[in-house]
């Protein structure tokens, strides 16, 4: 077809993102604003470490100093790596099955923009009165009485963007059990697909635990409810239950992918098929499982009793045993390879130690005896840094690497790649190190300053200039893609030359349709097996027909506004302001319409004809 | 199979909620959406049990000086038999006879709202006692519980009146039978719910 090629005008594209239901853009709009809010997270980080550098520090005041440290995590968590993991599933997972779009485009597009709204609103609190300041997990006890409506935008805010998550979860469920292409069994799917299940089937069982906390600490903040109030028969403890029993697996939906993307990453630089493949499959359902059974072990101090802790204490530590089978898979995967190194797989060798380090003080914390010396203090801090920027982010980053020309036909600079690693790896291990003995020597979480000559300034000093060496990676990262993107040049299906999977063997970025047949998957690495084969590409498992697409729709859109709206009428409805009730109804309506329209409207999609893509070949011939 | 296909008697498929690709999807996307509401429930139930009678003090009443036996078992064979006419109503659909579907699917929306009815003079009854949302612990959990279950119920009545207007004028096709079929399992969720909550919280309120 025409359209592909014609020149579109600025306002075209902006519609064409907003009404989009395909899974490539989504993935795109999924990177931008998790990138955006990645930066704002690292801002904050950058913050934090300015007013610790040296003691008695006043850059920040203490009241202010806690919001950026609860927008810091919150940020992080929510808004930058989850969405950003979300980007690389809709990328990769449906090309890597073989599939034309996800099960419920529609749904995708929605998901994508009740994260967003629920991002922007949840920031809305900087202008608005004050950003939340209880903490990323923000304890009942604390939130109760918190006098701005800091914590009431972390309420409606990540309610929002958690429905969103929620059903981007089940989406991929779904389109990873229906939309396989004929001859992709389960156990011949990739591992990055592999992990995207799991993370959605945990997504699906976590996220309402925390949906159920967010409500009842919205009904005692603002309609008088007596959940958390002790006065009144409450018990806080029950909001630390649920935080975590969605908590824990979330951090599990973070690290699985990013174990799923070193993965492929390995297998196709190591240009060897992943070793143990099974055992990794098993690993990572096994690690999914055990998720669910460890959430107190946040809690080892809250007074549970012994036997509690204890169970939750060996639970804990049985999570070490997959996850050292991973470990071992990858080095294995590397043994006898031929290794290529580049960009991404300088993360992914650099991630190895880097995560085991994060494992080995995980297992330290999971003693719950020993807990009670790390607890709230910056060894956790060491701790939870190491498994999340040693693990998630470096995955995030040889991502973004490894799927840039995928998803924008370009190539990242491979030598600005490199420089972008070494000083993000140095200043991460330079500012987290350290912390393991300041905690070690005594130093608390959260506290906004602290007296000199305790023996933690020079350590404080060291940890402040590693941060700023990872905000200078993330830029020269940034000028890696603006250079990239102007220089323009185009790439074929296969740029890194040694793709195993099926995302490889169609055009990059690929047609909004994907496959033009679908392909007929003989084998674990199916595109790797056809080109030992000698052949260019995959063998299709169609003959050519016409194909359903879905119709784009602006409703996503508005559904999420609506309740963007609302959650500002809900929020100051608390101050008797006489127009947060109208403001409230208006935000309800608006979506609540929304609903209905797309309800009653049917939506059949549309065909491409199998005429207009013979044409389209013969169009690329001349 | 096309969505948009025009069917008789004798060609509609045997599975119609499954026939079509999109159909497939929106089954098994709305089972495991179901596996997420349990959990939800399962969270709100969690709630009710650590602060079931958690009172200021001694003047507010407690579960066994509320609950009563005659109004909740009314209620719960109302929903009951709702589930078992929205089977019926499942039933003539895979028969391809939409007015006797539209009918059942009445009797269910009709049961529903009765017990939707029920429910409200229930709790006005308990406010007129003292026992409110924002009275105790104990009222916050047992209104988050049962009102969450309410909320669905009345979602669902809405849902289904909806798809019955909408699709009135046209009959049975590949698009909305699995739009019929779906919210039939969502009506029996809700049912499975209530089942749970009649046995935790007034049954086991009942015998204190």
Redesign the interface.
């Known amino acids: 077809m025409s359209t592909i090629a014609q020149k579109k005008g600025f306002g075209a594209t902006v519609w064409d993102y907003l009404t989009t239901v395909d899974h490539k853009k989504i993935a795109i709009l999924y990177l931008m604003a998790g990138g955006i809010f990645f930066l704002a997270g690292g801002l904050e980080a950058l913050f934090i470490r300015i007013q610790l550098a040296v003691p008695n520090n006043d850059f920040v005041s203490a009241g202010l100093y806690n919001q950026i440290l609860t927008m810091h995590g919150t940020t992080m968590i929510f808004l930058a790596a989850m969405p950003l993991i979300f980007a690389f599933m809709n990328a990769a997972v449906p090309l890597q099955i073989g599939a034309r779009d996800v099960?419920?485009p529609f749904v995708n597009a929605l998901g994508f923009w009740l994260f967003f709204f629920g991002g922007i609103f949840l920031n809305c609190s900087w202008f608005l009165g004050g950003a939340p300041d209880a903490g990323w997990t923000s304890y009942a006890s604390l939130t109760l009485n918190a006098k701005s409506h800091g914590v009431d935008f972390y309420i409606l805010g990540l309610q929002i963007s958690g429905i969103g998550t929620?059903i981007g979860g089940?989406?991929f469920?779904?389109t990873i059990?229906?939309?396989r292409a004929p001859g992709m069994t389960y156990m011949r799917m990739p591992l990055f697909t592999w992990s995207s299940f799991v993370t959605s089937a945990l997504i699906?069982?976590?996220?309402?635990?925390l949906?159920?906390?967010l409500?009842?600490l919205m009904?005692?903040r603002m309609?008088?409810?007596?959940?958390f109030?002790v006065?009144?028969?409450?018990?806080t403890i029950?909001w630390e239950?649920?935080f975590w029993?969605f908590g824990h697996p979330e951090v599990y939906i973070l690290i699985l992918p990013a174990f799923g993307l070193f993965s492929e990453i390995f297998a196709t630089f190591s240009r060897k098929r992943l070793f143990g493949y099974s055992s990794m499959v098993f690993a990572t359902v096994l690690i999914g499982f055990l998720g669910f059974m460890v959430w107190a072990h946040h809690m080892f101090t809250v007074g549970m009793g012994p036997i509690a802790n204890a169970i939750f204490a060996v639970a804990t530590m049985a999570i070490a045993v997959p996850t050292g089978i991973k470990i071992f898979n990858w080095l294995f995967t590397m043994w006898g390879g031929s290794i290529k190194f580049t960009t991404p797989m300088h993360y992914a060798v650099a991630f190895i130690p880097s995560f085991v380090a994060g494992g080995v003080t995980g297992i330290m914390n999971a003693v719950a005896a020993a807990d009670y010396q790390y607890h709230d203090s910056y060894f956790v801090v060491a701790h939870f840094h190491y498994v999340i920027v040693g693990g998630v982010v470096l995955a995030l980053l040889a991502g973004t690497h490894y799927y840039w020309p995928k998803m924008f036909g370009t190539m990242l600079s491979e030598v600005l790649g490199k420089i972008t690693f070494w000083l993000f790896l140095i200043g991460f291990h330079l500012t987290f190190f350290i912390q393991h003995f300041l905690g070690l020597m005594g130093m608390p979480r959260r506290v906004f300053t602290y007296l000199p000559n305790q023996g933690w300034d020079t350590g404080n000093m060291v940890s402040s200039i590693g941060a700023f060496f990872m905000g200078i990676a993330v830029i020269i990262m940034l000028i890696n893609v603006v250079v990239t993107q102007v220089k323009g040049v185009k790439v074929g299906n296969d740029p890194w030359g040694d793709g195993r999977s099926l995302e490889w063997s169609i055009p990059s970025p690929p047609p909004f349709y994907n496959f033009k047949q679908l392909p007929l998957v003989r084998g674990l690495d199916p595109f790797w097996i056809e080109k030992m084969e000698g052949k260019k590409g995959m063998t299709p498992a169609e003959p050519l027909g016409d194909i359903h697409m879905p119709n784009a729709s602006f409703l996503p859109v508005t559904i999420s506004f609506g309740l963007f709206v609302a959650a500002f009428g809900i929020l100051f409805h608390v101050d008797d302001k006489p127009w947060a009730l109208p403001v409230m109804i208006i935000g309800l309506g608006i979506t609540l319409v929304s609903m209905?329209i797309r309800?009653?409207k049917?939506d059949?999609g549309f065909h491409i004809h199998k005429e207009d893509l013979e044409n389209e070949d013969k169009g690329v011939k001349a | 199979m096309q969505?948009?296909e025009k069917f008789t008697e004798m060609t509609w498929p045997a599975s119609p909620e499954k026939a079509t690709?999109e159909a497939?999807?929106k089954f098994?996307?709305f089972w495991?959406?179901l596996?997420?509401?349990t959990?939800?429930f399962g969270?709100?139930f969690?709630?009710y049990l650590?602060?079931k009678d958690?009172?200021?003090d001694s003047s507010h009443p407690l579960a066994k000086d509320l609950f009563e036996m005659p109004l909740t078992f009314l209620a719960t064979m109302f929903l009951l038999v709702s589930s078992l006419t929205s089977v019926y109503a499942m039933y003539h659909m895979k028969n391809y006879s939409f007015q006797r579907m539209q009918a059942w699917l009445l009797i269910t929306v009709f049961l529903g709202a009765c017990f939707l009815g029920l429910e409200v003079y229930e709790f006005r009854n308990y406010v007129h006692e003292g026992h409110t949302?924002?009275?105790?612990?104990?009222?916050?959990?047992f209104y988050?519980l049962v009102g969450f279950h309410g909320g669905h119920v009345a979602f669902g009545l809405l849902w289904i009146l909806?798809l019955m207007l909408?699709n009135a004028g046209r009959g049975l096709n590949l698009?909305n039978a699995p739009k019929f079929y779906v919210a039939s399992l969502y009506w029996h969720f809700i049912d499975v719910v209530w089942v749970f909550i009649f046995t935790v919280v007034y049954l086991m309120g009942m015998v204190g």
């Open positions: 099960a419920f929620l089940i989406n469920l779904v059990v229906n939309m699906l069982f976590a996220f309402p635990a949906t159920v906390g409500f009842l009904f005692d309609f008088g409810g007596n959940f109030d006065s009144a028969g409450g018990n029950i239950h649920l029993i209905l309800s009653v049917d059949h | 969505a948009e690709l497939k999807n098994l996307g495991f959406f596996g997420g509401e959990v939800l969270s709100l969690a709630t650590a602060l958690k009172v200021p949302f924002t009275s105790s612990a104990f009222g916050s959990a988050a909806s909408r698009y």
